[in-house]
Protein backbone atom coordinates (compact mmCIF):
# COMPACT_ATOMS: atom_id res chain seq x y z
CA UNK A 1 0.00 0.00 0.00
CA UNK A 2 0.90 3.60 -0.87
CA UNK A 3 1.95 5.63 2.30
CA UNK A 4 1.69 9.22 0.37
CA UNK A 5 2.59 10.90 4.04
CA UNK A 6 5.41 8.86 4.74
CA UNK A 7 6.80 9.48 1.08
CA UNK A 8 6.62 13.21 1.29
CA UNK A 9 7.60 13.74 4.83
CA UNK A 10 10.44 11.41 4.45
CA UNK A 11 11.05 13.17 0.90
CA UNK A 12 11.44 16.98 2.52
CA UNK A 13 13.91 15.34 5.22
CA UNK A 14 16.23 14.00 2.28
CA UNK A 15 15.51 17.40 0.35
CA UNK A 16 16.52 19.19 3.65
CA UNK A 17 19.48 17.27 4.60
CA UNK A 18 20.83 17.45 0.79
CA UNK A 19 20.09 20.89 -0.26
CA UNK A 20 22.01 21.94 3.38
CA UNK A 21 24.92 19.89 1.23
CA UNK A 22 24.40 21.56 -1.38
CA UNK A 23 23.93 25.29 -0.20
CA UNK A 24 27.18 24.51 1.97
CA UNK A 25 29.32 22.83 -0.52
CA UNK A 26 29.05 25.88 -3.16
CA UNK A 27 28.84 28.64 0.06
CA UNK A 28 32.22 27.43 0.88
CA UNK A 29 33.35 27.77 -2.42
CA UNK A 30 31.00 28.55 -5.41
CA UNK A 31 33.57 26.92 -7.90
CA UNK A 32 32.55 23.75 -6.75
CA UNK A 33 29.08 24.30 -9.03
CA UNK A 34 31.01 24.65 -12.26
CA UNK A 35 30.09 21.81 -13.91
CA UNK A 36 26.26 22.76 -13.10
CA UNK A 37 25.86 25.90 -14.75
CA UNK A 38 25.24 27.43 -17.33
CA UNK A 39 27.92 27.27 -20.58
CA UNK A 40 28.56 30.89 -20.50
CA UNK A 41 29.80 30.50 -16.69
CA UNK A 42 31.08 26.85 -17.44
CA UNK A 43 33.62 28.72 -20.04
CA UNK A 44 34.73 31.74 -18.04
CA UNK A 45 36.13 30.28 -15.24
CA UNK A 46 39.09 27.66 -15.47
CA UNK A 47 38.68 23.59 -14.64
CA UNK A 48 38.91 23.14 -10.82
CA UNK A 49 42.06 22.34 -9.12
CA UNK A 50 43.20 19.14 -8.06
CA UNK A 51 42.33 20.84 -4.41
CA UNK A 52 39.17 21.86 -5.05
CA UNK A 53 38.27 18.48 -6.43
CA UNK A 54 38.79 16.97 -3.35
CA UNK A 55 36.67 19.45 -1.33
CA UNK A 56 34.10 18.28 -4.20
CA UNK A 57 34.39 14.97 -3.58
CA UNK A 58 34.09 15.42 0.81
CA UNK A 59 31.00 17.33 -0.31
CA UNK A 60 29.96 15.18 -2.95
CA UNK A 61 30.49 11.54 -0.45
CA UNK A 62 27.58 12.31 2.06
CA UNK A 63 25.54 13.62 -0.60
CA UNK A 64 25.53 10.60 -2.46
CA UNK A 65 24.79 8.78 1.06
CA UNK A 66 21.60 10.49 1.75
CA UNK A 67 20.50 10.02 -1.94
CA UNK A 68 20.91 6.58 -1.49
CA UNK A 69 19.89 5.88 2.14
CA UNK A 70 17.39 7.94 3.00
CA UNK A 71 15.09 6.57 0.23
CA UNK A 72 16.64 2.65 0.93
CA UNK A 73 15.57 2.88 4.89
CA UNK A 74 12.08 4.52 4.33
CA UNK A 75 11.38 1.67 1.89
CA UNK A 76 12.45 -1.09 4.48
CA UNK A 77 10.59 0.78 6.94
CA UNK A 78 7.70 0.40 5.00
CA UNK A 79 7.58 -3.80 5.54
CA UNK A 80 8.73 -2.82 9.64
CA UNK A 81 5.85 -0.95 10.23
CA UNK A 82 3.41 -4.23 9.36
CA UNK A 83 1.70 -2.87 6.19
CA UNK A 84 2.48 -6.18 5.10
CA UNK A 85 5.17 -7.69 2.07
CA UNK A 86 5.00 -4.28 -0.18
CA UNK A 87 6.00 -5.66 -3.89
CA UNK A 88 9.00 -4.26 -5.74
CA UNK A 89 6.47 -1.50 -7.78
CA UNK A 90 5.24 -0.40 -4.30
CA UNK A 91 9.18 -0.05 -3.14
CA UNK A 92 9.98 1.77 -6.40
CA UNK A 93 7.07 4.14 -5.99
CA UNK A 94 7.83 5.03 -2.64
CA UNK A 95 11.40 5.64 -3.46
CA UNK A 96 10.79 7.50 -6.72
CA UNK A 97 8.01 9.87 -5.48
CA UNK A 98 11.02 10.63 -2.06
CA UNK A 99 13.61 11.15 -5.03
CA UNK A 100 10.41 13.43 -6.81
CA UNK A 101 10.01 15.33 -3.82
CA UNK A 102 14.04 16.41 -3.62
CA UNK A 103 14.38 16.77 -7.55
CA UNK A 104 11.34 19.72 -7.65
CA UNK A 105 12.79 21.20 -4.66
CA UNK A 106 16.45 21.49 -6.24
CA UNK A 107 14.98 22.66 -8.96
CA UNK A 108 12.71 24.94 -7.32
CA UNK A 109 13.95 26.30 -3.95
CA UNK A 110 18.02 25.87 -4.83
CA UNK A 111 17.93 26.57 -8.86
CA UNK A 112 15.06 28.95 -9.77
CA UNK A 113 14.58 30.64 -6.70
CA UNK A 114 18.10 30.72 -4.41
CA UNK A 115 20.57 30.65 -7.96
CA UNK A 116 18.62 32.59 -10.63
CA UNK A 117 16.54 34.46 -8.36
CA UNK A 118 18.10 35.74 -5.16
CA UNK A 119 21.44 34.80 -6.78
CA UNK A 120 23.55 35.42 -3.12
CA UNK A 121 26.93 37.31 -3.74
CA UNK A 122 28.27 34.28 -1.65
CA UNK A 123 27.10 31.39 -4.58
CA UNK A 124 28.23 33.60 -7.60
CA UNK A 125 32.08 32.44 -8.73
CA UNK A 126 34.39 35.42 -8.67
CA UNK A 127 34.77 36.97 -11.63
CA UNK A 128 31.40 35.92 -13.30
CA UNK A 129 29.11 38.89 -11.29
CA UNK A 130 25.84 39.81 -13.64
CA UNK A 131 26.62 36.99 -16.17
CA UNK A 132 23.58 36.30 -17.61
CA UNK A 133 23.84 32.16 -17.46
CA UNK A 134 22.78 33.21 -13.07
CA UNK A 135 19.68 34.00 -14.80
CA UNK A 136 18.79 31.06 -17.14
CA UNK A 137 15.69 29.18 -15.64
CA UNK A 138 15.52 27.13 -18.67
CA UNK A 139 19.28 25.79 -18.02
CA UNK A 140 18.39 23.86 -14.79
CA UNK A 141 14.95 23.05 -16.31
CA UNK A 142 16.72 21.42 -19.50
CA UNK A 143 18.95 19.50 -17.00
CA UNK A 144 16.78 18.04 -14.42
CA UNK A 145 14.76 17.27 -17.45
CA UNK A 146 17.56 14.81 -18.23
CA UNK A 147 17.93 14.42 -14.31
CA UNK A 148 14.44 12.32 -14.53
CA UNK A 149 16.09 9.58 -16.42
CA UNK A 150 19.14 8.93 -13.63
CA UNK A 151 16.30 9.74 -10.80
CA UNK A 152 13.83 6.55 -12.33
CA UNK A 153 17.26 4.20 -12.69
CA UNK A 154 18.07 5.17 -8.97
CA UNK A 155 14.80 4.16 -7.87
CA UNK A 156 14.50 1.01 -9.62
CA UNK A 157 17.83 -0.30 -8.65
CA UNK A 158 17.22 0.94 -4.53
CA UNK A 159 13.81 -0.99 -4.76
CA UNK A 160 15.48 -3.87 -6.06
CA UNK A 161 17.84 -3.52 -3.19
CA UNK A 162 14.45 -2.92 -0.83
CA UNK A 163 12.56 -5.67 -1.94
CA UNK A 164 15.54 -8.29 -1.55
CA UNK A 165 16.05 -7.45 1.71
CA UNK A 166 12.55 -7.64 2.70
Given at each position: MLDVGRMLLHGAALSALASLI????VAFNPRLARMDLPRDIRESVPPLTRREK???LVFFLPFVALIVTIPLLSALGLQAEGSGDPSYWALFIHILGMLS???VVDLVVLDWLVYCTITPRCLVIPGTEGMAGYK???HHLRAHARGVVWMAILALALAMIAWLLS
Open positions: LLGAFQAVFFDYL
